[in-house]
Nanobody, 122 residues
Framework: VQLQASGGGSVQTGGSLRLSCAASGSFANINVMGWYRQRPGNERELVASITVTNIAQYADSVKGRFTVSRDRAKNTVYLEMNSLKPEDTAVYYC?????????????????WGQGTLVTVSS
């Protein structure tokens, strides 16, 4: 399973960006999809996640500004980011909990995308 993220870039404060992350490969289902970020000098943190039943949760710092969504047919998760602030500058990583067969066993395995850089200038 491979995750391909896209959509990062540079914007000014108050701008918007939309990130996408598509999964490809052989698997049965994708449970939770999410976005994490790693800001300079900080550890990776959860930004938003969405379950297979479309229940979303957000970090307090992005509530009301970011929206996570998923397209089950496309195995894709999106992150719509509005009212961006300089403190949103980070490398954003998508994350998926995938039900798949590995080594003759079925189970849920976590996969990460390659990271996409978001830079917000003041």
């Amino acid at each position: 399973v491979q995750l391909q993220a896209s959509g990062g870039g540079s914007v000014q404060t108050g701008g918007s960006l939309r990130l996408s992350c598509a999964a490809s490969g052989s698997f049965a289902n994708i449970n939770v999809m999410g976005w994490y970020r790693q800001r300079p000098g900080n550890e990776r943190e959860l930004v938003a996640s969405i379950t297979v039943t479309n229940i979303a949760q957000y970090a307090d710092s992005v509530k009301g500004r970011f929206t996570v969504s998923r397209d089950r047919a496309k195995n894709t998760v999106y992150l719509e980011m509005n009212s961006l602030k300089p403190e949103d500058t980070a490398v954003y990583y998508c994350n998926m909990d995938v039900l798949m067969e590995r080594g003759g066993r079925w189970g849920n395995f976590v996969h990460w995308g390659q990271g996409t850089l978001v830079t917000v200038s003041s």
